[in-house]
């Protein structure tokens, strides 16, 4: 069965401080993996996308790595600000499905103190 | 990128009413989605509204409960029938962008609760 899994659930920062988040999956065939931020209230925000080549890939302080062999990635927020403070949902693209075929983990929900 | 849309960001209705959401795209695309998110979960696909035709729906998901409209590449209805307290939970449009990696860009979303 096609799933994703995130940990951890939720997790605690004080701003300035650096935190990673997981992501396990197991979907087949694999296409791209895809890190969203969600923030209250909004729709899901693309981060990075990685395909099956791409073992990592930066976006500001946001750098996403992917294990294809290990079905692992992980999401790295450095310098964290208080506007980081949201939700991270982790979503794996199965090749050859239809363009719905999005497998959504639960997401990690990040708060930073000050 | 693609700049969705919705209305109404958020309601608060009867248990069974029904509550149409409109999503509107700033440009003409191919692939709509229909998401729902209930409380502390993950996104779960609806369906997929096609132009012309009748939207796809996916396992747990009928028509009758969650009737679809796409009349252009540019809009798109969901409306939640005879609803229950069930039923609330945020729903979201989601647009799919032609490339490589078929992107995908969701609408702020619609927050309904049902009482």
């Known amino acids: 069965k096609n799933q994703v899994e995130q940990s951890p659930q939720s997790l605690i920062i004080l701003e300035g401080k650096n935190c990673t988040l997981q992501?396990?999956?197991?979907?087949?065939?694999?296409?791209?993996l895809r890190w969203y931020k969600q923030d209250t209230g909004r729709g899901p925000v693309s981060l990075t996308i990685?395909?099956?080549?791409?073992n990592t890939k930066s976006n500001g302080r946001y750098t996403a790595t992917l294990d294809a062999d290990t079905k692992q990635s992980s999401l790295h927020i450095t310098a964290s600000q208080l506007s980081d403070s949201a939700s991270y949902i982790c979503?794996?693209?199965?090749?050859?499905?239809?363009?719905?075929?999005?497998?959504f983990g639960k997401g990690t929900k990040l708060s930073v103190k000050p | 990128s693609a700049v969705i849309s919705q209305k109404p960001s958020r309601d608060i209705c009867q248990r069974g009413t029904s509550l149409t959401i409109q999503c509107q795209v700033d440009?003409?695309?191919?692939?709509m989605f229909w998401y729902r998110q209930q409380p502390g979960q993950s996104l779960t696909l609806i369906a997929t509204?096609?132009?012309?035709?009748?939207?796809?729906?996916e396992s747990g998901f009928v028509i009758d409960k969650f009737p679809i409209s796409r009349p252009n590449l540019t809009f798109s209805t969901l409306t939640v029938s005879n609803m229950s307290p069930e039923d609330s939970s945020i729903y979201l449009c989601?647009?799919?962008?032609?490339?490589?990696?078929?992107?995908?860009?969701f609408g702020p979303g619609t927050r309904l609760t049902v009482l």
């Open positions: 992501c396990n999956y197991t979907v087949s065939p694999f296409s791209n």
């Open positions: 990685m395909t099956f080549s791409e």
């Open positions: 979503v794996v693209s199965a090749r050859g499905g239809s363009q719905g075929n999005l497998i």
């Open positions: 509204a096609n132009q012309g035709s009748e939207a796809t729906y």
């Open positions: 989601s647009v799919a962008l032609a490339g490589a990696y078929n992107e995908q860009f």
């Open positions: 440009s003409q695309v191919t692939m």
